[in-house]
Structures are given as structure tokens and as C-alpha cells.
């Protein structure tokens, strides 16, 4: 498109013209005005191709006509003056575009990072929370639609439209972190459980399970970290989170095996209060006759039962008791 070329009106200067000359004098400002809007606008923005079709539609609207014939200048003076004011026109509506253009550009460079992250989530969400995923694909299209096919009339309302966008963008993509989040922690919760149980089965006094307890134990261990860096990090990650609770099912059938047989249901009764009672303490020593009334108590065994699966449960290894005898 071929640039606009500046006119300046000249009119002889004549006694009586005053009138004449002020309005040739603001013709050629705005004129000026306007070229200077014109290249600022199509340098910023003609080789963006979300919003080339959109300034070039905008400027071929806003092109100030010729200025009347320089000729009959002293009989047009009223037609010069209405000349003016459409220029005038023209420069308010160029400059708050441009103002528009600006801030449209950045919102569309937020939709294009917003768009990117929702894609994330909508291939991490796609089998732990199918229906969030969907509705994230779902703005990903309209996002797309809107920065590849952009409205090319007013950019005020694009603006509008954009910045809704942004803001429904935004509010998805914190649902998504969210969700993924809890899901994610429902995994480490899992695994952790799981961890105790090998730990206590790596104390088996059977060096076959206990070995195998450790292995199981050192599986889970990665799982964890993985988990936990997913947690910090979910898009850097990407970490599909269904390969993840089907290999934690098949440890826990595993450790399920692993674990049968090897204590009874008082006895990891008696295994699940110790463990809380050694969390409390913080390895502060405490009376043997307490520590038992404690278990007989939160079990709800007798005191002499109690005191006997202490013993069979440190037996077997999965307590350790460290007793300090007083005169």
C-alpha cells in the first residue's frame, strides 16, 4: 500500500485571509499528525501476522482525503474548515487505536502463552479429570480462532473480546494447577503409606522379604521424587499421572504379598500405634508400663496382651526397643 503523502496547503497571504490561513495552518499539522500515526502504526504492526489485516484495514479507513483544490482556496474557506475537523477527527480516533493496538498486541501474547499452557493441561488432565480437560482444549480452539482469524472493524471491541479471554484463560489454567495438584498429592499419599509398609516389612527378620521389602521400597522412592518434582513444576514435567497410580497399584499388590503372613491384625495394630507414639515422642524415652498402657489403651488389648505383642512385634523386627535400666 502506497505511503500517504503530505500536502501542504499554500494560499496567498492577503489581507482578510487570516481565517483562510489558520485553517490551512491546522490542516497541515494534522496532516502531519496523521502521517506520523500512520508510520508508527504500520511499522510497529504490518509484519505481525495476527494484526496486519487489522491495522491495514483500520488505516485504509482512517486516510484523510484530498484537501480541497489549492485554487479556489479563498471561496472554499468553510469547506477547508470542515476539512480540518475530519482530520482532527481522524487523528483522535488513530491515536486512541494506536493505544488500542498496543494493548491488544500484549493481551495476544498473553492468549498465546495462556493457549500453550492449557494445552499442557488438557493432555495431563485427560485421564484424571477427563471433563477439565476437555473444557481446556475447548478455549485452546477458541484462542486459536480468535488470534488467527481477529475481527478486522473496531480493535476496541477485539481488545474487549481478548481481554475477557485472557481473563477466563487465567482463571481455567488456576483450576487446572489445581486439580492436577490434588491429584498428584493423592499419589504421595499413596506412596507414602506404601513406603511404611515396606520399611516395616525390610525389618523382617526373613532376609528374603526383607530384600525384596528394600527393592519395593527403593521403586516408591523414585515415584516419590517424581511426584514431588511434578508437584513443583507440572508443565516443565509433564508427568502423566495414570503410568504412575498403575505402577503404584502393582507395588501395593506386591507389598500386599509381601506383608501377608507377616504380622496379624493386632500385631500391625500394635506396629500402626507405635509409629505414632515414636512421631510424638521425638526420641524421648518413656516408661516401659507406660508405653504399654498406652498400646493396651489405643488398641484396645489388655495389658498383658499388649505387653506380648510388643515383644513379638520387636521380635520379628518391625519395632526396635531400646531399653535403659535405673536402680
Not at 72 to 92: F, I, N, P
Not at 262 to 284: I, M, P, Q, Y
Request: hydrophobic share 40%; with cysteine.
Amino acid at each position: 500500500m502506497a505511503p500517504v503523502v503530505e500536502v501542504l496547503v499554500q494560499v496567498p497571504r492577503e489581507e482578510g485571509l487570516e481565517r483562510v490561513e489558520k485553517a490551512v495552518k491546522r490542516v497541515n499539522e494534522l496532516r502531519a499528525s496523521l502521517n506520523a500515526l500512520f508510520n508508527a502504526i504500520r511499522s510497529r504492526y504490518s509484519s505481525d501476522p495476527r494484526l496486519s489485516k487489522l491495522v491495514e484495514n483500520l488505516l485504509e479507513a482512517y486516510r484523510p482525503p484530498n484537501p480541497p483544490d489549492s485554487d479556489r482556496l479563498l471561496e472554499v474557506s468553510s469547506s477547508l474548515e470542515e476539512y480540518a475537523a475530519g482530520l482532527e477527527r481522524s487523528v483522535k480516533a488513530l491515536t486512541r487505536y494506536a493505544v488500542a493496538l498496543d494493548r491488544l498486541n500484549e493481551e495476544l501474547n498473553k492468549l498465546e502463552r495462556l493457549a500453550s499452557e492449557l494445552d499442557k493441561w488438557g493432555s495431563l488432565l485427560r485421564d484424571v479429570a477427563p471433563h477439565l480437560s476437555s473444557e481446556a482444549l475447548r478455549l485452546v480452539s477458541r484462542v486459536n480462532r480468535l488470534l488467527q482469524q481477529l475481527p478486522l472493524e473496531d480493535p476496541l471491541r477485539t481488545l474487549d473480546e481478548a481481554s475477557i479471554t485472557v481473563r477466563e484463560a487465567r482463571r481455567l489454567s488456576r483450576v487446572c494447577k489445581s486439580v492436577y495438584a490434588n491429584r498428584v498429592n493423592e499419589l504421595l499419599s499413596s506412596a507414602s503409606q506404601l513406603l511404611k509398609s515396606l520399611r516395616r516389612a525390610s525389618r523382617s527378620t526373613s532376609i528374603m522379604t526383607a530384600s525384596e521389602a528394600r527393592m519395593y521400597e527403593e521403586e516408591v522412592r523414585k515415584i516419590i521424587s517424581r511426584l514431588e518434582e511434578a508437584l513443583r513444576e507440572p508443565l516443565s514435567h509433564g508427568l502423566n499421572l495414570s503410568p504412575i497410580r498403575e505402577e503404584l497399584k502393582k507395588l501395593e499388590e506386591a507389598s500386599s504379598k509381601l506383608l501377608e503372613g507377616l504380622l496379624s491384625g493386632e500385631e500391625e495394630a500394635v506396629v500402626r500405634e507405635l509409629e505414632r507414639l515414636a512421631r510424638a515422642l521425638e526420641d524421648r524415652g518413656v516408661e516401659l508400663s507406660t508405653l504399654i498402657e498406652a498400646l493396651s489403651r489405643k488398641t484396645g488389648l489388655s495389658i498383658e496382651r499388649a505387653a506380648y505383642l510388643l515383644y513379638v512385634v520387636e521380635k520379628k523386627g518391625f519395632a526396635r526397643l531400646h531399653v535403659k535400666l535405673k536402680p
